[in-house]
């Protein structure tokens, strides 16, 4: 009986592991996020969301925007965690986007990914994975994924993040509602490098002038949404 009820719990905890890695994309560890998810989640239940308008979603780049300064006339949304990676985003979706009920998405993810040592098919594939929860979730709404930047810190990945790149933008150019945002190239010196000028001392996150930047190219984006 001992040696039956030893062999039935191992058979369930397997089960469960495998329920696990179905789950959410290989790699991906969106349980260290739960304390910004959550702290989210108190804040809708204080001013719940209002259907229709347009959240930001994704990492720090997203986290560190300043929307209400850069976008006043938007109803915008932001829902960015420092660190994270595309499967984060996507395990958590139904809190972060999907609840919102936004016309549109903006993500920007990707750049921790490839930095954590993943391979240009692999964020692709977590950006599918992300995307085909939109198509679930939000047949309606419009994504808008924002180009993995070019960064003076991570100038030793460009090769990846590049190649990254070209294959989501080849994704979304095969949906109708989806936009692939090129910031790549405007970030770009005469040198070929990344501008120096648009980022922090850390040479990896935006200063005010990168963000001036990316408000100027997303901003079309956001208009024809509306």
Same mark, same amino acid.
């Given at each position: 009986m001992i040696h039956f009820i030893r062999n039935t719990v191992c058979l369930l905890l397997a089960w469960l592991a495998i329920s696990t890695c179905q789950a959410q994309p290989l790699g991906c560890s969106p349980q260290k996020w739960k304390t910004a998810i959550d702290e989210f989640v108190a804040a809708d239940e204080k001013t719940p969301p209002t259907p &229709?308008?347009?959240? =930001?979603?994704?990492? !720090? !780049?997203?986290? %560190?925007?300043?929307?209400? @300064?850069? =976008?006043?006339? %938007?109803? /915008? $949304?932001?829902? &960015? =965690? &420092?660190?994270?990676? %595309?499967?984060?985003? !996507?395990?958590? =979706?139904?809190?972060? $986007? /999907? @609840?919102? @009920?936004?016309? %549109? $998405? $903006?993500l920007y993810a990707g750049d921790n990914d490839v930095a954590l040592g993943k391979k240009a098919d692999e964020v692709v594939r977590d950006f599918t994975h992300f995307s085909e929860k939109m198509k679930t979730s939000l047949p309606e709404a419009r994504l808008a994924y924002i180009a993995i930047k070019p960064s003076l810190a991570r100038w030793d990945k460009a090769s990846v993040m590049h190649d990254a790149n070209e294959r989501i933008a080849a994704e979304c150019r095969k949906e109708e509602r989806f936009t692939f945002v090129d910031i790549w190239q405007p970030m770009l010196a005469a040198d070929g490098k990344p501008r120096q000028e648009l980022f922090r001392d850390d040479g990896l996150h935006l200063n005010e002038s990168g963000y001036q930047l990316w408000t100027e190219i997303l901003r079309p984006v956001l208009k024809s949404s509306e």
């Open positions: &229709g308008g347009i959240v =930001f979603v994704g990492s !720090s !780049s997203i986290r %560190l925007w300043d929307l209400p @300064k850069h =976008f006043p006339e %938007l109803p /915008a $949304v932001n829902r &960015g =965690f &420092g660190g994270s990676e %595309l499967c984060d985003s !996507s395990h958590y =979706f139904n809190q972060l $986007v /999907a @609840k919102h @009920k936004p016309r %549109l $998405v $903006v």
